[in-house]
T-cell receptor
Framework: EAQVTQNPRYLITVTGKKLTVTCSQNMNHEYMSWYRQDPGLGLRQIYYSMNVEVTDKGDVPEGYKVSRKEKRNFPLILESPSPNQTSLYFC?????????????FGEGSRLTVL | GDSVTQMEGPVTLSEEAFLTINCTYTATGYPSLFWYVQYPGEGLQLLLKATKADDKGSNKGFEATYRKETTSFHLEKGSVQVSDSAVYFCALRIAGGYQKVTFGTGTKLQVIP
């Protein structure tokens, strides 16, 4: 089954404790991206990657890091989480490099930073 | 920059009512337009899309027409069901800038029996 898998689905952590949210897709997609969803703000792009070793900032990259060492994986790293990073996070992927492609989303990771 | 504006929610309808969710956009390039749906506790999934002007996307009884002259992509359904209760997001992706997908803020739809 084609899917995007995120882990963990739920996480409560404390300020400053480094954490990683993993994302893996099994569709051989070149493009992957991370979004955060906050009430009243919709989805905002954090980082994206157009292929292995190619990553770039989205609209809200501050406080986050990513890496793309393998095509299927695109982890999101919070080096020193703060309460304003409490949010619902989605990983997404799409095929090819065109603008007509749809995004395939994971089920989301709800993060709470105390 | 690019932007998508959706009607404010929540929208509450009775079962079998007609649904319209308005979506307008501004784009720095030529866009493809999408509607995504998010059911409670789930990720977003594509509902329908249109990739050029005057195209109509359709799926599960939902329709939307790409109107370049009014920069709109309104979502419609003739008869909603309780199972359509979800959050609906309008989005665009532009040629030459496909790495960024711009989303609206989402419209929550609640359908009551």
């Amino acid at each position: 089954e084609a899917q995007v898998t995120q882990n963990p689905r739920y996480l409560i952590t404390v300020t400053g404790k480094k954490l990683t949210v993993t994302c893996s897709q099994n569709m051989n997609h070149e493009y992957m991206s991370w979004y955060r969803q906050d009430p009243g703000l919709g989805l905002r792009q954090i980082y994206y990657s157009m292929n292995v070793e190619v990553t770039d900032k989205g609209d809200v990259p501050e406080g986050y890091k990513v890496s793309r060492k393998e095509k299927r994986n695109f982890p999101l790293i919070l080096e020193s989480p703060s309460p304003n990073q409490t949010s619902l996070y989605f990983c997404a992927s799409s095929s090819g490099t065109g603008f007509t492609g749809e995004l395939f989303f994971g089920e989301g990771s709800r993060l709470t930073v105390l | 920059g690019d932007s998508v504006t959706q009607m404010e929610g929540p929208v509450t309808l009775s079962e079998e009512a007609f649904l319209t969710i308005n979506c307008t956009y501004t784009a720095t390039g030529y866009p493809s337009l999408f509607w995504y749906v998010q059911y409670p506790g789930e990720g977003l999934q594509l509902l329908l899309k249109a990739t050029k002007a005057d195209d109509k996307g359709s799926n599960k009884g939902f329709e939307a027409t790409y109107r370049k002259e009014t920069t709109s992509f309104h979502l419609e359904k003739g008869s909603v069901q309780v199972s359509d209760s979800a959050v609906y997001f309008c989005a665009l992706r532009i040629a030459g800038g496909y790495q960024k997908v711009t989303f609206g803020t989402g419209t929550k739809l609640q359908v009551i029996p």
